[in-house]
């Protein structure tokens, strides 16, 4: 087509097509570098600046500190890295030259078990982020939506709270259970779900 752009011949999309595509991408964009790319920039300025003069005593502090620490750490990675690579060389050799072929199956199910990891992270990330002390809760009460007290997770709910000081009346659930159909022998209303007199709840 005449007046196409360079560009546009090589890659195949007009002007309009690489602009939607371009605003498709931007927000995941923003959030790597607003969650990623800010907080890594931070924390090397931080890590080499002290009164805005380039300094090494936070590394100094941090080797006096944690020296023992850092060898372990070499230690254990150099070690779990030359196991592996040694279990791996063995896998791969079975899998290749291996006439077992129960061996060779076991092998192929259990490569087949990291699969899944990927929703066990997922859920302990919710976990933390739905947490009585998480990243939710914290970013609420930081913004004054919340006061610490009222940073109950979803878990745990409203019924979990600690009765007033000094109380020992029964809590809510006990009165749903006093006033349940089962113990009043009458067909369930929601009017049925109230406390019994004398509870206090």
Known sequence: MPGRSSFEKRS????SQRHLAL???????????????????FSLISAFSKDGRFTLEWFAKAFELYSTDMVFTVVIVVTSCALTALAAIVIAGT??????????????????????IP?????????T????????NNSFVSLGLMEPLQAVSFSTGAASSPPLSGSRRPSWPCCWRARSPRSTGRRWRPAAISAPRGCGC
Not at 119 to 127: E, G, N
Not at 129 to 136: D, I, P, R, S, V
């Open 23 to 41: 605003i498709l991408i931007a927000p995941g964009l923003v959030l790597v570098a607003a969650l990623f790319l800010y907080p890594l920039c």
């Open 119 to 127: 929703f066990i992270v997922a859920a302990q990330c919710m976990r």
């Open 95 to 116: 899998l290749t030259l291996g006439e077992n072929r129960y061996i060779v199956g076991t092998l192929k199910a259990l490569y087949r078990w990291p699969l899944f």
């Open 129 to 136: 982020f739905l947490a009585k002390n998480g990243l939710m």
């Open 12 to 15: 195949g999309m007009s002007l």
